[in-house]
């Protein structure tokens, strides 16, 4: 069983930057693949960034490429997500998911094993 529980969302400005960060608990983090995914107003979860076990392998969606980074530190069991040049397209709900599948490509939002509850971001523009 693995616990996440995400922070850092809040209220930004267009052009301005967040770092989201995902605790997990529970066993074997480092051999999870990670994943966020965000919901926006009224729309399907879809997915943002992935990054494999050792973080070797990372993945990103074509809208966040160049902006965003995915990075882990498995001596402290986190995940983050740094975003930069936010926009006002980027306001979600960005959750992190865990995975024992290995990151080959993007993820899909049916195959997560654990997730945690969310934190918003709002980009006003």
């Known amino acids: 069983q693995v616990q996440l529980v995400e922070s850092g969302g809040g209220l930004v400005q267009a052009g301005g930057s967040l770092r989201l960060s995902c605790a997990a608990a529970?066993?074997?983090?480092?051999?999870?693949?990670m994943t966020w995914f965000r919901q926006p107003p009224g729309k399907e979860r879809e997915f943002v960034a992935t990054?494999?076990?050792?973080?070797?392998?990372?993945y990103y969606t074509d809208s966040v490429k160049g902006r965003f980074t995915i990075s882990r530190d498995n001596a402290k069991n986190t995940v983050y997500l740094q975003m930069n040049s936010l926009r006002p397209e980027d306001t979600a709900v960005y959750y992190c998911?865990?995975?024992?599948?290995?990151?080959?490509?993007?993820?899909?939002?049916?195959?997560?094993?654990?997730w945690g509850k969310g934190t918003l971001v709002t980009v006003s523009s």
């Open positions: 529970g066993r074997a983090f480092s051999s999870y693949t």
């Open positions: 998911a865990a995975d024992s599948a290995p990151a080959v490509g993007p993820k899909t939002r049916y195959g997560m094993d654990y």
């Open positions: 990054v494999g076990w050792r973080a070797g392998g990372t």
